[in-house]
């Protein structure tokens, strides 16, 4: 989103930090042997919440049951592992997460959900991936297009209530003063909902994340990722409570596994660039 807020999301001093990343990655207790941190809605669980079909961050390990997996969801896991809590994972759409965490469902929300103004007036947020929002199109289409007015009169999909979304509409909007044709939009629960409708011609893409843009590129030879049409400097977050006594809690615990490598290794694992990994000093502008 465009003025975004300067987020600084550090704690303490330097010698503080350490001294409390110590003390939580030496924690000895094993999930679910206490009621664990202040601020957790149940005790000795940590409810994480995730929004599907979005691999490699957050999807369902077969596909379409069994085990969710992903980068976001077992480093929420090794979140609570520091805390010495079980880390249940609750499944919902995207556009309820923060409802959720304001309800008291969720006390994690870790999600592929960029940090933005709207979002950080209402929840804590932690930075933890670099991203941006990114076109995917049919391949035959994707010959045709090397700037943004060239989306014009396209049919494209996103994932509702993202800032993909807005990206679309705002390209639309100078699509139309351009005097060009304005892009046709629908909305899904998750953008790779549309995949069938692109592959049927009913939509000639899809906006997501690079993420996701680049999963989608490796994995389907007839789905070809277009960069450089949208921004590309975003931050996913890690999402509690505005004002949540588990807040920092979180803070701590997602610093120490940046500190001691867990989150790059995740992401090499899942096939993510172990560079776009936040630092513990990362600022979100």
């Avoid at 999930?31 to 664990?36: F, K, L, N, R």
């Avoid at 880390?87 to 959720?100: E, H, Q, R, S, Y």
């Avoid at 996701?212 to 994995?219: P, T, W």
Wanted: aromatic share 4%.
């Amino acid at each position: 989103m465009r003025n975004r807020a300067k987020i600084l999301l550090g704690i303490g001093t330097a010698a503080g930090l350490a001294m409390s990343l110590t003390a939580c990655s030496s924690g000895g207790s094993a999930p679910g042997s206490d009621s664990g941190p202040a601020g957790l809605h149940e005790a000795g669980v940590l409810n994480d919440c995730v929004a599907l079909s979005y691999e490699p961050l957050e999807y369902y390990e077969n596909g379409t049951s069994g085990k969710v997996v992903g980068w976001d969801v077992d480093a929420a896991r090794e979140v609570g592992k520091i805390l010495g809590v079980e880390t249940k994972v609750n499944v919902m759409d995207f556009d309820g997460l923060i409802p959720g965490l304001q309800s008291g469902k969720c006390d994690l929300a870790w999600s592929g959900m960029y940090i933005n103004d709207q979002r950080v007036q209402v929840t804590d947020a932690v930075p933890v991936l670099r991203t941006g929002s990114e076109v995917v199109l049919k391949s035959d289409v994707a010959k045709k297009v090397k700037e943004q007015l060239d989306l014009c009169g396209l049919r494209l999909a996103a994932q509702t209530g993202t800032e993909d979304e807005t990206h679309i509409k705002e390209a639309s909007d100078k699509c139309a003063a351009a005097g060009k044709p304005e892009i046709e939009i629908t909305g899904y629960p998750g953008s790779v909902d549309a995949i069938p409708a692109i592959r049927s011609g009913k939509l000639d893409g899809l906006v997501d994340t690079t993420v996701l843009a680049a999963n989608l590129g490796k994995k389907n030879d007839d789905l070809t990722p277009v960069p450089g049409l949208f921004p590309s400097d975003y931050w996913f977050g890690a999402f509690t409570d505005k004002g949540s006594e588990l807040s920092p809690e979180i803070e701590k615990a997602i610093h120490t596994l940046i500190e001691n490598g867990t989150l790059a290794k995740l992401a090499e694992q899942y096939g993510l660039n172990p560079d776009d990994v936040a630092k513990v000093d990362t600022k979100t502008s």
